[in-house]
């Protein structure tokens, strides 16, 4: 039997986490911005789904160092552009949940995978989308 | 890290310029201390480029150098105001100056030998993508296009 996932709709809502300080920065009009090349990642690119886990879930699950952003599923696909980078393949985000999520330490059903990774230009978009949808902050977590 | 020695490390703490005086009807060259006529965004710029938590101390005099090297050869050009950059730094310790304009954007990573950018142009009938590396002497026009200064990148 051939198992079929349903695609993730254009409208859902994908969360992602930041946390490092030098991946976000303020300026001097205290509007905030994620570094772009942040979303070029080595190794797969992930979003947890909203249809599944809400933003109120969210923000109770994820540890309080890493801050939430979002964009939606239309946004992402839409990073790709065709006439730029004919011969890369559509973007497109994907269902994974996971037995057990190595940041979040549970089990993580709303675990989604971006399809390949993203070239510096879609990066670039997808951080314009993130950083108009920052929903906390990541808390300064001092030593000691 | 970076090529930049103690020697240059210490003059990028305080860099001079050369700006030209009118007195009197006279006009004058005289050294000044660059870092003396900072906008607040580039007061703001100088903040966020100390307080980089990857980033070697020469790799940040090393940025801090360019960025005013730019700064000026922008406003000797234009006679304007370059925008002071949004500043990260990557998980090697390079430091990362992005510029976001309504339609064109560029990312400068300013490695030892060669800066890499990515550049993207979001003009409605000429969305561009571009990415590689640019030599020293190319990134004010990569800046002078990012700025719509120039049409070409």
Same mark, same amino acid.
């Given at each position: 039997?051939?198992?079929?996932?349903?695609?993730?709709?254009?409208?859902?809502?994908?969360?992602?986490?930041?946390?490092?300080?030098?991946?976000y920065?303020?300026?001097?009009?205290?509007?905030?911005?994620?570094?772009?090349?942040?979303?070029?990642?080595s190794?797969?690119?992930?979003?947890?789904?909203?249809?599944?886990?809400?933003?109120?879930?969210?923000?109770?699950?994820?540890?309080?160092?890493?801050?939430?952003?979002?964009?939606?599923?239309?946004?992402?696909?839409?990073?790709?552009?065709?006439?730029?980078?004919?011969?890369?393949?559509?973007?497109?985000?994907?269902?994974?949940p996971?037995?057990?999520?190595?940041?979040l330490?549970?089990?993580?059903?709303?675990?989604?995978?971006?399809?390949?990774?993203?070239t510096?230009?879609?990066?670039?978009?997808?951080?314009?989308?993130?950083?108009q949808?920052?929903?906390?902050?990541?808390?300064?977590?001092?030593?000691? | 890290?970076?090529?930049?020695?103690?020697?240059?490390?210490?003059?990028?703490?305080?860099?001079?310029?050369?700006?030209?005086?009118?007195?009197? %009807?006279?006009?004058?060259?005289?050294?000044?201390?660059?870092?003396?006529?900072?906008?607040?965004?580039y007061?703001?710029?100088?903040g966020?480029?100390? %307080?980089?938590?990857?980033?070697?101390?020469?790799?940040?005099?090393?940025?801090?150098?360019?960025?005013?090297?730019?700064?000026?050869?922008?406003?000797?050009?234009?006679?304007?105001?370059?925008?002071? #950059?949004?500043?990260?730094?990557?998980?090697n310790?390079?430091?990362?100056?992005?510029?976001?304009?309504?339609?064109?954007?560029?990312?400068?990573?300013?490695?030892?030998?060669?800066?890499?950018?990515?550049?993207?142009?979001?003009? #409605?009938?000429?969305?561009?993508?571009?990415?590689?590396?640019c030599?020293?002497?190319?990134?004010?026009?990569?800046?002078?296009?990012?700025?719509?200064?120039?049409?070409?990148?």
């Amino acid at each position: 039997m051939i198992e079929t996932v349903a695609p993730i709709p254009d409208h859902e809502i994908l969360f992602h986490f930041f946390g490092h300080p030098d991946d976000y920065a303020v300026d001097a009009q205290g509007k905030m911005r994620l570094r772009s090349h942040k979303f070029r990642t080595s190794h797969e690119l992930s979003f947890n789904r909203a249809s599944i886990w809400p933003l109120a879930e969210m923000l109770r699950l994820t540890p309080r160092q890493f801050g939430i952003c979002s964009l939606t599923a239309a946004q992402l696909r839409g990073a790709y552009d065709p006439a730029a980078t004919p011969k890369k393949q559509p973007l497109d985000v994907v269902p994974a949940p996971l037995d057990y999520d190595p940041l979040l330490r549970i089990p993580n059903p709303s675990h989604a995978n971006v399809n390949r990774p993203l070239t510096k230009a879609e990066a670039g978009r997808v951080a314009d989308a993130t950083s108009q949808n920052i929903h906390r902050t990541p808390a300064l977590i001092t030593a000691g | 890290m970076s090529n930049c020695t103690e020697a240059e490390a210490a003059t990028a703490a305080r860099p001079s310029v050369r700006v030209k005086m009118v007195s009197s %009807g006279q006009i004058t060259l005289r050294q000044v201390d660059a870092t003396s006529s900072l906008t607040p965004e580039y007061e703001h710029a100088r903040g966020c480029i100390d %307080g980089l938590v990857r980033a070697s101390e020469s790799a940040k005099h090393y940025a801090w150098r360019w960025l005013l090297t730019w700064r000026n050869q922008f406003r000797s050009r234009f006679n304007e105001e370059l925008p002071a #950059p949004w500043i990260f730094a990557d998980e090697n310790g390079v430091i990362e100056f992005e510029w976001h304009m309504p339609l064109r954007h560029l990312v400068l990573s300013l490695g030892d030998e060669v800066f890499e950018y990515s550049s993207r142009s979001e003009a #409605p009938e000429r969305r561009a993508d571009e990415e590689g590396t640019c030599a020293i002497d190319h990134v004010a026009d990569k800046l002078a296009w990012v700025t719509g200064e120039s049409a070409g990148g």
